[in-house]
């Protein structure tokens, strides 16, 4: 597609872990062999790395800066002291925020991947919140989160039968109770990395970040606390 020749490419990177075995082999045996034969650089990526630092290609951001890294696999508040230096200052306890997506979109009897189709779904709801599903963590004084009694609350109430209209109000408190975790969090985390390694730039990052409920709510966090906001490009 870009009409570039194969031989005027100057390296090749593929993606080595961490991720699921086969698709990682066959990416980067791929990409081994055709720098062995065209006798260029191959380069190893990090999944978690790429995607903390994907968004400097384009934007002018000065290290350090905070990072919400939110996927099917992970969920992380990290400090990148540098392009290959990073801190964890919290994460998941139990379930990935996109897995808990997944997970709650099964049990509502919905398809796969869940967090397009539950943040489409939440759209209907009029956001009256009557369920009382739970926010782990939200009040405790850490980092980090928990999302699998969330999940088991949405099972819980499905359990006991709900209509079409239900199960779009519970895919919002759903998504607005995984947002204010997430949020309270990085609030907190904001406040205390301002302070001790002087930030100003907050990245939210991985395949949930392309949620524009989520991506909204942390944009206007982000403004109230007066520090510039990223996101990539989905």
Do not use: W
Request: proline share 3%.
């Amino acid at each position: 597609n870009s009409n570039i020749e194969i031989k005027k490419i100057d390296a090749f990177a593929a993606t080595t872990g961490p991720g699921l075995l086969g698709a990682l082999l066959i990416g980067s045996n791929y990409a081994k062999a055709l720098s062995l034969i065209l006798d260029k650089p191959f380069i190893s990526i990090n999944h978690l790395q790429g995607h903390v630092l994907v968004s400097r290609m384009n934007k002018k951001i000065s290290f350090p800066f905070l990072c919400l890294l939110v996927s099917g696999g992970h969920c992380q508040i990290l400090l990148a002291e540098d392009y290959k230096k990073f801190k964890i200052l919290g994460e998941t306890l139990d379930d990935a925020v996109g897995e808990a997506y997944d997970k709650t979109a099964k049990i509502l009897g919905l398809s796969y991947p869940g967090g397009p189709i539950i943040e489409k779904l939440a759209m209907k709801s009029k956001g009256l919140c009557k369920f009382n599903l739970p926010k782990p963590l939200l009040h405790k004084n850490t980092l980090n989160f928990s999302f699998s009694g969330l999940k088991t609350a949405v099972r819980r109430v499905a359990e006991t039968g709900i209509n079409k209209k239900e199960k779009t109000d519970l895919a919002y408190e759903f998504q607005n109770s995984v947002t204010d975790c997430l949020i309270k969090k990085v609030e907190m985390a904001i406040d205390f990395s301002r302070k001790k390694f002087q930030i100003n730039d907050f990245i939210l990052t991985g395949g949930v970040a392309s949620n524009l409920f989520i991506r909204n709510k942390f944009r206007d966090l982000c403004k109230s606390m007066k520090i510039s906001f990223f996101a990539p490009d989905k």
